[in-house]
């Protein structure tokens, strides 16, 4: 049995033709999808908006199981493959006061180490603070202050939660000391 393959000019145009169109689409596609990241996340202030957004996820979850007592606070090598988070539990409107503590206890030691940890390229400053004012009064600063620092762009979240059984809030605040989304 012979058999001819027939190749007509007819089907090579034709498939030149789709092959152009679909790069083409794609292309354009890709030019656009490219542009629109550009404009919404290129600028500082998009990155900083993520980054607070993702740095309170972050904080408020239990982190690693027990990571508190797994790390030295005087050394940083104990404190690779580790997420940090001052919930005691997934969804929990209370902070454990032992991970807040260790916390503190890292930024002080090595502030820039602790922004790696967190997942941040910007500075950071997180208060605890209750309104009570007896003799169980909250006041924890964690960070580096922005007030001091004179910071010129500032990104602040709030929330309310329980450590200790008193109510506390805390502020999360992402800083620079440049000027973001200003053209």
Known sequence: MNIKAQFWSFDLIFAIVIFSVAITILGVTWFNIN????????????????????????????????WQS????TNVSTWQDIA??????????????????????MANYNYPATKQLLGVGFDYYITITS???????????????????????V???????????????VTTM??????LGVS
């Open 35 to 66: 542009n629109q990241l550009s404009i919404n996340y290129g600028n500082g202030s998009g990155i900083m908006q993520l980054q607070l957004q993702s740095l309170n996820q972050n904080l408020f979850s239990p982190g690693s199981q027990n």
């Open 155 to 169: 990104y602040v979240n709030k929330g309310n939660y329980v450590m200790n059984g008193v109510p506390v809030t």
């Open 70 to 73: 797994a790390v030295n606070t």
């Open 84 to 105: 940090v988070g001052i919930a005691p539990s997934q969804g929990s409107d209370s902070l454990s006061s032992s991970k807040v503590y260790t916390l503190l206890s």
């Open 131 to 153: 309104a009570s004012s007896v003799g169980s009064g909250i006041n924890i600063s964690i960070g580096s202050n922005p007030s001091t620092k004179q910071a010129l762009t």
């Open 174 to 179: 992402l800083w620079t000391n440049t000027t």
